[in-house]
């Protein structure tokens, strides 16, 4: 099993990701708080880490995986009332949504989905145990967390809870908080908002508390990665992680990594900024592969700027690909043609045999850097460069050796190139496109039926012509490229408008 070093939020630093189970490890992720419809924002994130999960599987781990559910909130309520419904209408509207979603996206589901409301009596157990051990106090109906009974909270934000107030999930009377940066454990019921009973009085949970109760029912304490949005490091993390290791007296998760934000303008994503892409326009206009490839082709940590033409950038690069491979497919099929003897690339002293150990060497390169960059702290960008740089070199060659009999070494090394790039891809969560076999079977002749009339039109001097007929294809993902053996097409993706809204 490979030695694989992740950030460590809490440390700082990259360290060896130890599992305290061996050949097992255990992830929670702080899932959607299910008032609308997901976004990019939220596609980043569960992009990366079902490549990050799979990556741990092809490293020979178990993986355990937790993704909850927020499905009672301030925001779900108010959406409830202004639509007139119960809010478990609108948590399990979007809940199916984002369910539907997930395969659209080639997104494994995890193996536990838990929701708050599932677990309100977990909750209650646990502010319990915080009040019998000294950390939890109770106020007018409310529970809160008392910071200074805790001395290691901080460590994980590196925030100073005298320094201000902590960040809080409501708004409680004055002079029910012994400190500021005391935070809500349990709140009490008000008027016309759904409650649980408890020992304390109706109510219903705070938002930190849900999480620490649910990571700790499916996967026990300690547990090995706690994962989320860099946002939520403070307070929600902080929170989770005091309240968790003040109950139980042991660490709480071993690993905290964080995902960077996708910013828009500067703006982090978000829908109270209105600047939101959603999840299912995006996917009108966009392959699961571009957006995967959007995603990935960015250290997790460090996301950085939203751009359209980014994304078209990765609708483009994975269309190369997939036009590659099916090159090969077909070169490996074709009847076979003359001999390259005194063909160009014999004249030009680079016959096809050394060809092949150029790209047998390209081939050793991207294996080597693909493990080199996934085992240090999951560096997917780098690891897509090495794939897609193989990629580029394979192309190169193969358009030498399509004018060339197809030698027993030649067709050997691009099996290997097309079965590697595959696995590579696959492992990280890419569908294998079978491009042109999905287009209407009168796809290719009429592009190559355009491709003759162009011909013709460039022979009468109809320049004009030509041009449009190049650009009118170029419009529909079709790009093509003159060469001394005559005109060839790449299928790339078409040229899309902007989603708006979400």
């Not at 119960?86 to 509207?93: M, N, P, T």
């Not at 949005?229 to 929600?236: A, C, N, Q, S």
């Amino acid at each position: 099993m490979a030695e694989l070093h992740v950030f460590n939020s809490l440390t700082r630093r990259k360290e060896r990701l130890s599992t305290l189970e061996p050949g097992t490890v255990k992830i929670y992720l702080c899932g959607l708080t299910v008032y609308d419809d997901w976004h990019l924002g939220h596609a980043l994130q569960a992009l990366m880490f079902d490549a990050f999960r799979r990556y741990l599987r092809r490293l020979g781990y178990r993986v355990v995986f937790v993704n909850n559910f927020t499905d009672v909130d301030d925001k779900i309520l108010r959406k409830a009332a202004q639509e007139g419904v119960d809010f478990r209408v609108i948590s399990e509207r979007y809940i199916a949504r984002y369910l539907e979603d997930l395969p659209k996206l080639n997104i494994e589901r995890a193996d536990h989905l838990p929701k708050a409301t599932e677990h309100i009596a977990h909750m209650i157990a646990l502010i319990e145990r915080l009040v019998e051990r000294g950390h939890a106090y109770a106020a007018a109906g409310n529970v809160l967390f008392d910071v200074r009974s805790f001395p290691e909270y901080g460590a994980l934000s590196g925030h100073d809870p005298n320094a201000g107030i902590a960040g809080e999930d409501g708004v409680l009377p004055e002079g029910i908080r012994r400190h500021p940066a005391d935070f809500t454990l349990w709140k009490a019921a008000k008027p016309g908002e759904p409650s649980w009973e408890s020992p304390w009085g109706p109510g219903r949970p705070g938002w930190h508390i849900e999480c620490s109760a649910m990571a700790m029912h499916y996967l026990g304490t300690p547990f090995d990665i706690h994962i989320g949005g860099l946002d939520l490091i403070f307070p929600h993390h902080e929170n989770e992680k005091a309240q968790s290791e003040a109950a139980t007296g042991q660490t709480f998760a071993r690993y905290w990594m964080h995902n960077g934000l996708l910013r828009i303008r500067g703006e982090k994503m978000s829908k109270s900024l209105g600047n939101i892409l959603g999840v299912r326009r995006l996917l009108e206009k966009y392959s699961a592969n571009a957006l995967r490839h959007f995603v990935l082709s960015s250290h997790y940590r460090s996301p950085g700027e939203f751009d359209f033409k980014l994304l078209d950038d990765s609708a483009k690069a994975t269309s190369r690909v997939a036009n590659l491979l099916d090159r090969i497919e077909a070169y490996q099929a074709r009847p076979m043609p003359a001999a390259c003897s005194s063909g160009a690339a014999a004249a030009e002293g680079a016959g096809p045999i050394s060809a092949v150990d150029e790209l047998k060497a390209a081939l050793a390169r991207a294996g080597h850097r693909v493990e080199e960059m996934l085992a240090d702290d999951f560096n997917t960008a780098g690891a897509l460069g090495a794939i897609f740089e193989l990629a580029g070199e394979a192309n190169r060659h193969l358009q030498d050796w399509e004018r060339c009999a197809p030698e027993p070494a030649v067709l050997a090394v691009l099996n290997d190139v097309s079965r590697t790039v595959v696995e590579h891809l696959e492992g990280l969560g890419f569908s294998r496109p079978a491009q042109r076999a999905t287009e209407p079977g009168l796809f290719e002749p009429l592009v190559e039926l355009l491709i003759e009339l162009r011909a013709d039109a460039r022979k009468r001097k109809d320049f004009a012509q030509s041009d449009r007929i190049r650009n009118r294809l170029a419009e529909l993902g079709v790009e093509l490229k003159d060469t001394p053996e005559g005109t060839r097409f790449t299928v790339t993706s078409p040229r899309k408008s902007e989603p708006k809204g979400p």
